[in-house]
């Protein structure tokens, strides 16, 4: 254990890059009744392959009669056991040429005499591998290790010690960590933040955020708390549970597997329904304190999906960018804030949007948060002495004090000491030298310059070739393993082919004069052996490339630039060192980089699209449209985007979040004047679908910009098919901004278009938009006349229709039951969620009116299920309080109505608070309803709401205001109208 310990170090680091765990003695503590053979023995029986690396000792030699009777060191015990276990061996013997110190090499005979029996052995019996020096071993080994893996089946995609760890599901109170975290670095000091996570443990919030930058130790300081402090702060404490999302995996997982520990089953016991799951877990917390870490939660933020993540840096993140991936994370985080005695903690790089007030950006009731920043001093002399840095205390603190003590500075410090050459580790040196930390000017510079200042001189002192490793890194995802990195080597030199001896080559043989062969000969065979020798470099250089790869690899560690986590064999760094390294790349090597891995993504197993359930799970497909964006060929990424990722994006992770942020560069593009060609046959589904997710997510006016910047285009050049698609997008977009009187006039010159380009699907599709309007705004009989004239009654596959059908009979008081169950089945059956919400959503309203308050709460249960699966804000949460009021659960309803406090309360919520008590909200929340539902006057009302607001005003003795009526003389026009029916009149004259 302790022979050659930089090549076992080098050999551990190819291990853990090849995917797999290194079973070593220093990652065993001491065992009660065990000694050297057995201890040893057992880590054979252990492992998958036996890696024997051999030098120039042989070896610890125990004495043991009966288990060593021919006294055997024991390195070669471990070899022949394995050999008899029937283990895969790798045999590695330094070479003649490695250089060793005397204290490296047997001196005693018999030694000498078994080490020499061994390797006759080993070359006889093995194929053998011969390294010159720590980091040939390392590439070596790591090779060896990769085509072991070539031979064997391929496992499933993921198949890595995270689900290994989900499979052996723990017992409480026994903690299941998954998987379980390993410190790649000492813990050190964090006393103070330690005492703050004990004093969140006494208080009333369920959750607290540990929010920080990348590399300051978030998941550290959390697994420490969790193993050293958690069981005596937190009293009767029943089961924790350790979750790392930097593993891939979904909110939805969690909740699943969680469940499954808690309530001790087995998670194939547990529904996938995560609506379901995320209730019963709230249950389950609330009933016995337990502790759920999840570690590395911005993995589930839209933020870490952007195509340009790599570059951006976690203090520029727009606040949208701070919600969840998957809409319906955002629910169960809010309802984990109420998951009292229980406790969670989050360790993130950014603060979840859903946990904070929309007004002052302050974390909701419930909720705790706790910034990680720089160290204390004491910490930070105990950081730069775990480092070996030497030097004055006060100095250092002096001089640490003008950036903050910033942990990751620090680092970058200390890996700069630690590669002075004129006195390494020496700090006092370092600092005094006018080349080195004395030309540090930090005097005259804000915390922030000293920063950047600080780093930009750090990768100043950087090799060429180190830095292109790291810069070429920086411009990939925010984190990748080791497979992907090694394709961006830049120390592989340009492939070369051997050169052909003069008398082989072709050309030789042509010359038939002997004589004047004999005269050339000379001159050829100096070119060939020029030749050669650029060939043998060439060669030399390949040999080279992995192990000077990795030791730059290693470099970058060891100065702070890089950060590798052992566990998951991958690298990240720090945003900011990201974005500096990104800026400084030059923009031919970058799109080389981006190039080389989309090249290596490209060659992977493609992603299972049609059965992903979760957004990891079509990471490959996302890596390479970043790539492609990156490199500028948006065509093939609005095709790729189109044709794979849109429709399992859109539809089934419902992540609209995700799609502005991914179409929105492409759209820039397009908008651009230097984009043109085949680039526009794309702009109709990119401007539709931009202005779609903008829409969904709340962003009416981006929406409404998108798709009138691409009906000005169309209706420019004419393409008036693809106007009505504009037009049918704007009506949504009118719809969901209550826009009466536009939807109502859109729909009438839509529908006018169509008849005129006399396709008949276009036909009907307008004529439903029509026919919905009118029956919003109470216009019954013009509805009925678009039902007959363009017979909507035989579109019985259109949940839409027969949903208005059923709503227009309701308001007029003709009500049919049949109507509602034909339709919701017909929802059902074609996986309609949009329309299933909706048909729940208001039969809840009408058994309320109808004074079923038990039975309307079940269906709106299922319809806030649905809605939160898509990620829509519902009306269903008021309507829910309502219910929950009228069964006398009024805590129960105001924690409902404080859901929707700041989303337009309407009708609804008035009626909620009435059945409360509280006649005076109630009254001015139906006041702001009458008045939305007004709009602009008759006919352009919305004839559902604004008659039960006012009959409830009447009800709460409140006066029904006069407001204004301009609904026939201030009607608004449809944007390029005039165009429009210019086009139409032209066709039908035609």
Not at 258 to 285: G, Q
Not at 549 to 574: I, P, S
Not at 709 to 736: F, H, P, T
């Amino acid at each position: 254990m302790n022979d050659l310990p930089d090549h076992r170090e080098r050999a551990k680091d190819a291990i853990i890059r090849a995917g797999c765990m290194p079973v070593m003695m220093e990652h065993s503590t001491a065992e009660p009744q065990t000694d050297a053979i057995d201890f040893s023995l057992r880590k054979v029986e252990q492992a998958e392959i036996y890696v024997g690396v051999f030098a120039l000792r042989y070896g610890y030699i125990p004495e043991d009669q009966q288990r060593n009777p021919d006294n055997l060191s024991i390195t070669e015990l471990e070899y022949r056991h394995a050999k008899r276990l029937g283990k895969k061996v790798l045999i590695f013997i330094a070479s003649d040429s490695h250089s060793f110190l005397p204290g490296q090499i047997d001196q005693e005979p018999l030694a000498l005499e078994k080490r020499q029996a061994l390797y006759r052995l080993l070359t006889t019996d093995e194929i053998v591998g011969f390294f010159n020096n720590p980091d040939d071993l390392g590439s070596k080994v790591y090779q060896a290790i990769i085509e072991q893996q070539a031979k064997q089946p391929k496992e499933a995609p993921n198949a890595t010690a995270f689900f290994s760890a989900k499979k052996s599901i723990r017992i409480p109170p026994e903690l299941w960590a998954v998987p379980a975290y390993t410190l790649t670095n000492a813990f050190i000091g964090r006393s103070s933040e330690l005492d703050k996570l004990d004093i969140w443990a006494d208080s009333d919030d369920s959750i607290l955020v540990v929010e920080g930058i990348g590399g300051l130790g978030k998941s550290a300081l959390t697994w420490e708390w969790l193993n050293s402090r958690a069981e005596h702060k937190i009293s009767d404490l029943y089961g924790r549970l350790w979750w790392s999302f930097y593993e891939q995996t979904s909110l939805a997982d969690f909740a699943r597997h969680a469940l499954a520990y808690l309530t001790e089953r087995e998670v194939d016991a547990v529904s996938n329904d995560y609506n379901k799951n995320a209730r019963e877990l709230v249950i389950a917390l609330n009933e016995r304190p337990s502790l759920l870490v999840l570690d590395g939660f911005e993995r589930s933020l839209t933020a870490y999906h952007r195509w340009d993540k790599a570059q951006q840096r976690d203090d520029q993140i727009e606040t949208h960018m701070r919600g969840c991936t998957n809409p319906a994370d955002a629910y169960l985080l809010k309802w984990l804030a109420s998951a009292t005695p229980s406790k969670i903690l989050i360790s993130s790089r950014l603060f979840p949007y859903e946990l904070e007030n929309v007004a002052d950006r302050s974390p909701i009731p419930g909720v705790a948060k706790q910034n990680l920043d720089g160290l204390s001093e004491e910490d930070t002399l105990q950081f730069i002495r775990h480092h070996k840095i030497e030097g004055d205390a006060k100095e250092i603190l002096r001089f640490a004090d003008r950036f903050g003590r910033h942990s990751l500075v620090l680092k970058l410090v200390c890996g700069m000491i630690s590669f002075y050459r004129a006195d390494p580790k020496n700090f006092d040196a370092w600092l005094a030298d006018p080349n080195y930390g004395g030309s540090l000017r930090l005097k005259d510079l804000d915390l922030k310059q000293t920063k950047t200042h600080i780093l930009e001189f750090a990768l100043s002192g950087l090799s060429d070739k180190t830095r292109q490793v790291l810069q070429r890194i920086a411009v990939l995802s925010e984190d990748v393993d080791y497979d992907t990195i090694k394709v961006l080597n830049p120390y592989i030199p340009e492939e070369m082919n051997a050169p052909i001896p003069v008398t082989d080559s072709i050309r030789w043989q042509y010359i038939w004069n002997e004589d004047h062969k004999r005269k050339v000969f000379p001159e050829h065979e100096k070119r060939y052996q020029a030749e050669l020798k650029k060939y043998d470099q060439y060669k030399m250089d390949l040999g080279n490339a992995v192990p000077d790869f990795d030791a730059a690899l290693d470099e970058l560690c060891e100065r702070g630039l890089l950060q590798w986590d052992v566990d998951t064999n991958r690298y990240n760094m720090h945003p900011v060192v990201r974005g500096s390294a990104s800026d400084q790349i030059e923009e031919q090597d970058r799109k080389h980089a981006l190039k080389t891995a989309r090249d290596h993504f490209a060659a992977l197993p493609e992603d299972d699209l049609e059965n992903a359930t979760d957004i990891a799970q079509i990471s490959n497909s996302m890596n390479i449209y970043y790539c492609l964006i990156g490199e500028g060929l948006f065509e093939e990424g609005a095709k790729l985007y189109e044709e794979k990722l849109f429709g399992v994006i859109r539809h089934r992770f419902f992540a609209f979040d995700i799609i502005v942020e991914h179409l929105e560069p492409v759209q820039r593009f397009i908008d651009s004047e230097s984009s043109a060609g085949d680039i526009q046959r794309h702009g109709r589904w990119l401007s539709n679908s931009l202005a779609k997710a903008y829409d969904e997510i709340g962003k009416c006016r981006e929406a409404e910009d998108t798709i009138l910047k691409s009906l000005e285009s169309n209706v420019e050049n004419e393409r008036w098919n693809w106007v009505i698609d504009d037009l049918s997008v704007l009506w949504n977009i009118y719809v969901g901004d209550d826009r009466l009187a536009e939807q109502a006039r859109l729909s009438a010159i839509s529908l006018e278009l169509s008849e005129a380009l006399g396709v008949k699907e276009e036909v009907t599709n307008t004529a439903h938009q029509y026919y919905c309007s009118a029956v919003v705004r109470g216009q019954f009989r013009e509805a009925e006349s678009i039902s007959k004239s363009y017979e909507l009654e035989s579109q019985t596959e259109r949940p839409n229709f027969i949903f208005w059908t059923w709503f227009k009979d309701w308001i007029q008081g003709k009500e049919n039951d049949q109507t509602w169950q034909k339709g919701y089945a017909l929802a059902q059956s074609t996986g309609d969620l949009w329309h299933q919400e909706m048909f729940l959503r208001w039969y809840a309203v009408w058994a309320l009116e109808q004074s079923r308050g038990q039975e309307a709460l079940g269906f709106i249960d299922e319809a806030l299920a649905l809605a939160h699966k898509m990620g829509k804000f519902s009306t269903s949460h008021a309507v829910k309080a309502w219910a929950l009021a009228k069964v006398n659960k009024a805590e129960d309803a105001v924690k409902e109505l404080n859901l929707i406090e700041n989303n337009k309360p309407g009708y609804a919520s008035a009626r909620a608070w009435l059945e409360i008590g509280e006649r005076e909200k109630a009254k001015q929340i139906c006041l702001n309803a009458y008045a939305k539902a007004w709009g602009i006057g008759a006919p352009f009302s919305e004839v559902f709401t604004l008659g039960r607001s006012h009959r409830l005003l009447l009800r709460l003795g409140e006066k029904v205001p006069e407001l204004p009526n301009t609904g026939n003389s201030q009607l608004p026009e449809v944007p390029f109208e005039k165009e429009i029916s210019a086009a139409i009149a032209r066709m039908k004259t035609s």
